[in-house]
């Protein structure tokens, strides 16, 4: 690269965004922080690859290549009484919150260290004491629930925000609408998301959905609604902000909708050979790569060197491989197991006021 | 005779009745340009064309419903589900709608419509995408409800479902889509309501539905060789309709039942067929009735847990020793 194009390459990195207080006053560790969480999202969802290929990990897994600054940026703007909830594309979330990658890998091998003890799976990952909701895998099942979450942090007057996760085809669901009319009609303080990674398994935006973009449809709920590149970690918050800000002092809902994309497969049972091209994952891969394009940030800004991006992704490599390892080591629930955490009264028997039978042969 | 497998079973059923019926349509998510889910509708779209072979949206109350709305006027919609775990965001419009709308327009209005696709645990999936919901549906005067365990069922019975004036539900399993077996060439059609002997015995009998009748034959080779007991095995096929008369023969015949379902035993379809028997045979049992259902838990993902949930052949031989 020349330097005068170097140069360019530089300002064009300085935008509105970029110069937002909440983006301009980060210290640059919490930047670099940024960039590891979005590798280690990348790493991890790597190794789980590699274990499906092994035969470690069954069922579907639906990885989150490509789309790391949507839950890396807004989960970076939570705050302690924010909570959020998702869809089954939700190892990022899981590690944005917080999750260790080792409970989160032995969930994937179905071992009891998981973090639902191997009940979930990759699919329905938990952390309420993290405000973490999960991990739904029903389509648009759990926007009517982040609508509840945030219909509760309005009535114990806490000045919370949810942020609401699901993809472009969630949108088509009953629930999604019924989800966004209650909200709105209550004034509920949510922040919907939509993660448009452009396709809903093997089927287009624009073969599912009468209305582009996405987001437009607040429209018919009297609702805001923003749209984002949702490969820009900077731009990601800064919209998240505005629309939590909304929120937070008016209990206004928003429907934000985040552009990205995914490089692999719906879930690791698509041959993912009819929808789209080869050609149109690697112009994604090599321009828009949200981590390779916050990285170049980070040199430009001079807090990070080519040598200390490649040491975080070394890092990131070795905490996936031993999440692996930890995982493989773990034992597998007990048959006993089957039947417990299904009632509370059930696993709480010196509380239970029940009589009669509860389980059936 | 050629040997097919049942995913094209149910592909071959379809483009058959298709080609017959021009009033014949088929949707669902990924059924057109990605050739189905679990490639059930592959080559559809290419011999039937866009007008008759349609994508929808993730929106299965909406298409489902949009179904029963045309079956009214006539056409023969065959709706898939991905998974039967997904139709309960449809379940209205199937429980409400296509199962009491004859009724209540006093026989006025027919709903010519199939709903089909796979419902079965045992792949991993964890616990909202592994139900089993034959017994919910069945539960509904105005349903039909078919669970073909073989490549040669599910062609017949499809065929049989498509021509039906009634909305007929086809349950499939995702582990059986594979399975081989020879189907004949010429058109067959198999009637709903007859179940069918998949093996012959005089000792012991087992009632399934579904994979759970080809792990009953796993598990009755087991007790011939190690037991020697001689199972006969009954493949209910059809829920809604059910075949009394077979049934009640087989345990005349052999006074002891065993009744294998995969799904969860609290009002499942083996209840029915337990009080239909004591009713009805009550004389002729030489021992209780036994069920062997799925543990009485949501599904577990974990692998080789979820493979002790669901009856294996193991389990269902343990409880035939316990009543022979
Ligand atoms: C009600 C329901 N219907 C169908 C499915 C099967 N299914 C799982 S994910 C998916 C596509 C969803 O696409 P999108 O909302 O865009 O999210 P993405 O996978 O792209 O993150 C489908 C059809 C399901 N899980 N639930
Ligand atoms: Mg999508």
């Known amino acids: 690269m020349s330097q005068t194009e170097a140069k360019e390459d530089k300002e064009s990195h300085v935008d509105a965004f970029s110069e937002n207080p909440i983006n301009k006053n980060l ?15 990348r790493c991890f969802e790597e190794r789980a690859v590699h274990s499906y290929q092994q035969g470690k990990i069954g069922g579907f897994c639906h990885t989150y290549n490509g789309q790391e600054a949507v839950a890396i940026g807004t989960i970076s703007m939570m705050q302690s009484d924010d909570h959020i909830i998702t869809a089954y594309r939700d190892h990022a979330h899981g590690l944005a919150v917080g999750m260790n990658m080792n409970e989160c890998m032995a969930e994937l091998y179905g071992k009891v260290t998981g973090c639902s003890k191997g009940k979930g799976g990759s699919m329905h990952f938990f952390a309420p004491d993290k405000n973490y909701w999960g991990g739904h895998a029903i389509v648009g099942g759990q926007i009517p629930l982040g609508a509840g979450i945030a219909f509760a942090l309005k009535y114990k007057g806490t000045k919370g925000v949810c942020l609401c996760y699901m993809g472009d085809g969630a949108v088509n669901q009953g629930a999604f609408h019924e989800a966004l009319n209650l909200a709105a009609l209550w004034k509920l303080p949510v922040v919907f998301i939509i993660e448009n990674n452009r396709y809903s398994m093997g089927t287009s935006e624009a073969r599912s959905s009468s209305v582009s973009p996405l987001a437009r449809r607040a429209l018919a709920y009297d609702m805001g609604y923003d749209t984002g590149i949702g490969n820009s970690v900077y731009e990601v918050r800064v919209k998240t902000e505005q629309a939590m800000e909304k929120a937070r002092s008016k209990n206004v809902p928003t429907l934000l909708e985040f552009d990205t994309y995914r490089y692999r497969g719906h879930s690791m049972s698509d041959p993912d050979k009819t929808y789209r091209t080869k050609d149109e994952i690697a112009d994604y891969k090599n321009n828009q790569d949200p981590i390779m394009l916050f990285g170049s940030i980070l040199i430009d800004e001079g807090i990070a060197s080519e040598e200390s991006l490649i040491d975080i992704k070394k890092e990131s490599r070795k905490k996936a491989e031993a999440s692996a390892k930890f995982a493989d080591e773990s034992p597998f629930p007990e048959i006993e197991d089957i039947t417990k955490d299904v009632y509370w009264e059930e696993d709480n028997p010196e509380h239970k006021t029940s009589e009669g039978t509860m389980f059936f042969k | 005779m050629p040997e097919i497998t049942y995913r094209e079973a149910v592909n071959q059923a379809m483009a058959e009745e298709m ?76 429980f409400n709608n296509a199962a009491n709308i004859r009724y209540m327009s006093g026989g006025e209005i027919n709903i010519p419509i199939v709903f089909r696709g796979p419902g079965n645990g045992g792949v991993n999936v964890g616990a909202t995408h592994s139900h089993t919901p034959e017994n919910f549906y069945a539960n509904a005067p105005g349903l039909k409800v078919i669970c073909p365990a073989t490549p040669y069922d599910a062609k017949g019975m499809l065929k049989t479902a498509i021509r039906d004036n009634d909305p007929v539900l086809m349950m499939e399993n995702t582990i059986l889509y594979n399975n081989k077996e020879e189907v004949p060439e010429e058109e067959y059609l198999i009637p709903f309501g007859k179940a069918d002997i998949k093996k012959e015995g005089t000792d012991l009998t087992f009632i399934a539905h579904g994979k759970a009748v080809l792990t009953c034959l796993k598990a009755a080779e087991i007790l011939e060789a190690e037991y020697e007991v001689d199972v006969e095995v009954v493949d209910l096929r059809s829920i809604r309709p059910l075949d009394e008369e077979t049934i009640l023969n087989s345990v005349k015949k052999t006074s002891r039942v065993i009744i294998v379902d995969e799904n969860k035993p609290f009002c499942g379809v083996g209840a029915q067929i337990a009080y239909i028997i004591q009713e009805k045979a009550f004389d002729y049992l030489d021992a209780p009735i036994k069920r062997v259902s799925a543990v009485d838990a949501p599904q577990i993902y974990s692998m080789p847990l979820e493979q002790v949930q669901l009856p294996n052949a193991q389990r269902i031989v343990q409880a035939a020793t316990s009543i022979i």
Do not use: H
Not at chain 1, 27 to 41: D, G, S
Not at chain 2, 41 to 66: H, M, N, W
């Open chain 1, 27 to 41: 210290t640059a560790e919490e930047k670099i922080n940024f960039y590891r969480q979005m590798m280690e999202v």
């Open chain 2, 19 to 94: 080609d017959r019926d021009s009033d014949t349509f088929v949707m669902g998510e990924e059924v057109a340009q990605y050739d189905g889910a679990y490639k059930v509708t592959e080559g559809l779209l290419k011999r039937f064309g866009e007008k008759r072979v349609l994508d929808t949206p993730i929106s299965e109350c909406g298409f489902a419903g949009l179904g029963i709305g045309a079956a009214m006027m006539g056409l023969r919609p065959i709706v898939e589900f991905m998974t039967w775990s997904f139709s309960f965001v449809a379940f209205d419009q199937i």
